[in-house]
């Protein structure tokens, strides 16, 4: 038995070391304007935007900028479908999905407890009952494995402090056939007047998603400013 033990340990103690020695996906230079300075894929990771700026997720102009209702109308949702809103903040795109999928379940994702907090006084306020708010990490949106239809990441995914662990992470939490809506602002669009780090290219999100064994399978165009990039599972 003492063998099997020291065994054990002695496999975690090689994993934690294998760990250790491999290579950062990241790089760090000087902070742009709007980033912080980490590096991932050749693209500066933007700031992120605090509970400060709650006010900006409910501003009246929302509705024309970005059409949340065409985006949540073209992700071809089903009654019971099971999603998670990553990046939730008030839950602005939680409360639209959640009557589409009475039978189903938005689960509220933010890293932010003041966030997480705002969003529990809108479900009150609502009264919707199938939206669950979770409390995310910076590395781990906190999810069962296998568990959800649909990953959705509106204007956040470019803020994530750590891309690569984030995805891993929901990747693990879709289901055989789940997918995930990448939701960012149209980097190439002059017409799009976002700070150059909260936007991004569809080059630069088909690697990076690829990266993680997401496969693209179609880009819809018919938001205002944004690009609706859908990726399901590779294996």
């Not at 009952?129 to 906190?142: F, K, L, S």
């Not at 080059?203 to 205002?224: C, D, H, Y």
């Not at 990039?229 to 590779?234: A, D, L, P, V």
Request: aromatic content about 6%.
């Amino acid at each position: 038995m003492l063998g099997f033990v020291m065994g054990a340990i002695a496999v975690c103690l090689m994993a934690q070391s294998a760990l250790a020695l491999s290579p950062s996906p990241y790089t760090y230079k000087k902070p742009s304007f709007d980033g912080i300075g980490k590096v991932y894929m050749g693209r500066e990771i933007a700031e992120v935007m605090g509970h400060q700026g709650a006010d900006w997720l409910e501003r009246d102009s929302r509705d024309l900028e970005e059409d949340p209702q065409l985006l949540v109308d073209s992700l071809g949702l089903k009654p019971t479908d099971v999603v998670a809103d990553i990046g939730a903040g008030t839950g602005h795109i939680s409360l639209l999905i959640a009557p589409v999928i009475p039978q189903g379940k938005v689960l509220a994702v933010d890293v932010q407890p003041e966030m997480i907090e705002m969003l529990g006084d809108r479900i009150a306020q609502t009264r919707q009952t199938n939206i669950e708010p979770i409390q995310g990490t910076e590395e781990d949106p906190n999810l069962p494995p296998n568990s959800i239809d649909l990953a959705i990441l509106v204007d956040a995914y470019h803020e994530f402090t750590y891309p690569r662990e984030m995805m891993l992470g929901i990747v693990q939490s879709l289901k055989p056939n789940g997918r995930v809506a990448l939701v960012e602002y149209r980097a190439k669009d002059p017409f799009v007047f976002i700070k150059p780090h909260h936007k991004m290219t569809q080059a630069q999100v088909r690697k990076e998603m690829a990266s993680v064994g997401l496969t693209w399978q179609e880009t819809n165009a018919t938001l205002p400013q944004q690009h609706l990039m859908i990726f399901t599972r590779s294996t």
